[in-house]
């Protein structure tokens, strides 16, 4: 019967672990706008270097120390829908394009 049991605790506990990491990044807003997202990062910049310090302390452990990345993802959260709908407007004279660049190199081929 433990033989059976255990691929179930097994599915339960990453249900629960996916779940949970689910639940968190709603509720601290990564899943939201970008004013949100820049919320949340705000938060945890604020937020980490003192655990890490504590942590390092507590473990005696030494790091180096954590590079200053500038990233605003107010800026750049819209680049990717930027690109694919520029991609897309595009789209129907590179269509038109390779047709026309298609029936050449097959006239070529017949001659």
Do not use: C, H
């Amino acid at each position: 019967m433990a033989a059976k049991l255990l691929p179930v605790v097994k599915l339960a506990t990453k249900v629960g672990i996916a779940g949970g990491a689910v639940y968190v990044a709603y509720d601290s807003g990564l899943l939201g706008g970008s004013e949100q997202g820049s919320e949340a990062l705000q938060k945890a910049r604020a937020a980490v270097p003192p655990a890490i310090e504590e942590w390092m302390k507590y473990f005696g452990l030494q790091l180096p120390t954590i590079p200053n990345i500038e990233f605003s993802p107010v800026q750049a959260w819209n680049s990717g829908v930027r690109w694919s709908i520029s991609r897309l407007s595009e789209a129907p004279t590179k269509a038109g394009e390779m047709t026309t660049q298609g029936v050449q190199y097959v006239r070529e081929l017949l001659k």
